[in-house]
């Protein structure tokens, strides 16, 4: 059984191979002794959308088909018909791409970690500077989880495979709900996964980083986030700790209240920044600092492994059901 | 010994419709049985429940003493070339073998070699290349090599010329001299059926209709011709199977366990192909009736 995946991942496997070696060859040649990396914003592009794309791109290509394939041409009912279990079939398809899936992608994810390491580390106000490695943006580029995407995507791709059985709608049904899982993931799970820094500071001048407001009058602040960090809430809250909707219904305020030049002028904005000191107004700032980075990703890769292992027990349910 | 047993065998693949109902089934050991009936009438579903590749929606069919599909001492009693022979297209003919080789452990490695050399098939030649005869000719060998004692065969010759036709059967008869196994084979071919056959089931529309050995199936079967005449008054035990009228004459396809002394009729003899299409093509002229009493 295993002789026959692995003659049949051969063609895709040597083709993973290839593409994860020539990536990280070039982050190699690239990044060996470099300091300078202002002619590179190509690699780090390309970086980023590989370590992004390679689970899924794994998952359509080599898993779904490994499944559909063999529905759609009949041999599933060769190959069942010899002295092996569907289960044990099953089995093989996972034992022979899984791994190599959960390989190529985090050697590709560590790889791109290394190379933009001293990009990631930059400080903000850096010219060149790039996001935080820790931001929904990079984040699933770099460190420990792409392991675990490549085996959730794996996972999805053959249960998919097993629950559709064509080989162009598996494919399309994968990259959604891929694709859907990770845009969700960022917001709805990643931020819980390890208890934020949370802080309240006093609303000054000098940390005020941002004003939001229309014509009307003014709407909200935002103090300077921290360095390299992912910041979930930058909020004004009052004397007691509640949220502020909007500044302008603050009661006595007496600030920029009515209809305002564009700008207004710097001194009427000064004013209100400290007439909300003042009244007791201090904004709250929740966030994930740098130093979450590896524990985040080590609890996300675990988050998507139990999440492969859920949709795997799920296809071994399935496929004594297909004919 | 029974090889097949199905009992209200059923199998619903829509709400309404039944690929097969009602299957009662006792097919003994030792002989190549042919199934036989017209396209939807539950001849791929009853090998696919046969062969485990589907499930009952009602009652039980056991194969070689088990049920189908449950187990690798299962599978390994029961071989299975269905329709249109699948092969992997990209793996060559020595690499279907191997493939024989370690998914089975009874596999006959020297019985695969000598058949493959006897057909002439090219090792090394992609499975995706060979001709229809060809595919299923090393699609048998890898049912007949894993050494099963049921050979269950989905038409197999349906993509065949008539001369690569002769030699499947012919290869198929040969490995059941040497092996003893039991064959079910699905065909429409019923010439076909007549040189390999000793056993008959035929299905029609998704039910039993006719089930035996051939030898004793063409020996209660008669064919009466005579004068045109109403046909009720039949003695006992003798059923009507068709009939068939023309101004002057009537004929009759009677089953009798007795000898007919009817002097008015001429009794003739009907081969199996006659046999065969007296059942395709008459309706089950005894069941509504029986139904409505119910």
């Known amino acids: ?323 | 010994m029974t090889v097949l047993r199905a009992t209200n065998l059923g199998l619903r693949y829509t709400k309404r419709r039944w690929a097969l109902a009602g299957c009662e089934l006792d097919v003994p050991a030792g002989h190549v049985a042919g199934l036989v009936g017209p396209n939807g009438a539950g001849k791929s579903t009853l090998l696919n429940l046969a062969a485990g590749m589907l499930r009952p929606t009602e009652g039980t069919i056991e194969v070689c003493g088990g049920i189908p599909g449950s187990g690798t001492d299962q599978l390994a009693k029961v071989g299975y070339v269905a329709q249109n022979t699948p092969l992997y297209a990209g793996l060559t003919v020595a690499e279907h073998l191997r493939l024989g080789a370690s998914l089975n452990p009874r596999w006959d490695a020297d019985l695969a070699r000598r058949r493959i050399e006897r057909i002439g098939l090219d090792p090394n030649q992609a499975a995706g290349r060979l001709s229809g005869g060809q595919r299923a000719q090393l699609a048998l060998t890898i049912g007949i090599a894993k050494r099963p004692e049921l050979l269950l065969l989905d038409e197999p010759v349906a993509a065949l010329d008539p001369l690569a036709r002769r030699d499947f059967l012919r290869d198929l008869m040969e490995a059941v001299a040497e092996q003893g196994l039991s064959v079910l084979m699905s065909s429409h071919l019923i010439a076909d059926l007549e040189r390999v056959c000793d056993y008959l089931v035929v299905l029609v529309d998704s039910r039993v209709r006719l089930t035996g050995e051939v030898e004793n199936l063409l020996a209660v079967h008669h064919r009466l011709s005579g004068p045109r005449r109403d046909v009720d008054d039949l003695p006992d035990g003798q059923r009507i199977v068709s009939a068939r009228h023309t101004d002057r004459q009537t004929t009759l396809c009677v089953r009798s366990e007795n000898a007919l002394f009817d002097p008015l009729w001429t009794v003739g003899e009907l081969t199996l192909e006659d046999l065969v299409l007296e059942y395709l093509s008459t309706p089950e002229a005894t069941r509504p009736a029986l139904e409505v009493l119910r």
């Open chain 1, 1 to 323: 059984m295993t002789w026959l995946a692995l003659r049949q991942f051969r063609a895709a496997g040597a083709a993973m191979a290839a593409v994860v070696l020539v990536l990280v060859a070039v982050l190699l040649a690239t990044g060996l002794g470099t300091t300078d990396y202002t002619q590179l914003d190509v690699v780090y592009t390309v970086t980023l959308i590989g370590v992004t794309a390679l689970p899924v791109l794994i998952a359509i290509f080599v898993a779904v088909p490994m499944v559909t394939r063999e529905l759609e041409t009949g041999t599933h009912s060769l190959v069942w018909n010899q002295t092996v279990t569907r289960k044990r079939w099953l089995a093989t398809k996972f034992a022979v791409g899984l791994p190599a899936a959960v390989v190529a992608a985090g050697a590709l994810s560590l790889a791109a970690t290394w190379w933009a390491g001293p990009l990631d580390a930059q400080d903000a106000w850096n010219a060149d500077a790039v996001p935080p490695r820790i931001s929904p943006a990079v984040f699933m580029a770099r460190g420990l989880a792409p392991f675990g995407y490549a085996a959730f995507a794996y996972a999805l791709g053959i249960a998919v495979a097993v629950l559709v059985r064509r080989t162009v709608a598996a494919m399309a049904l994968t990259l959604v709900l891929f694709v859907a899982v990770q845009l969700a993931v960022p917001f709805l799970v990643r931020p819980y996964l390890l208890a934020p820094v949370e802080e309240t500071v006093a609303i000054t001048e000098a940390n005020v980083g941002e004003i939001r407001g229309t014509p009307d009058g003014l709407e909200s602040v935002g103090v300077i986030e921290p360095d390299r960090a992912w910041t979930l809430t930058n909020e004004t809250v009052d004397a007691q700790g509640a949220a502020v909707g909007s500044l302008r219904e603050v009661a006595g305020l007496g600030c920029l209240t009515g209809p305002q030049p564009v700008p207004p002028a710097h001194e009427s904005l000064v004013g209100c920044l400290v007439r909300l000191d003042e009244l007791g107004y201090q904004q709250r700032l929740v966030y994930h600092p740098d130093s979450h980075f590896w524990a985040l990703h080590g609890i996300e890769a675990g988050f998507f492994l139990a999440l492969s292992a859920l949709l795997a027990w799920f296809s071994f349910r399935r496929i004594n059901h297909l004919s």
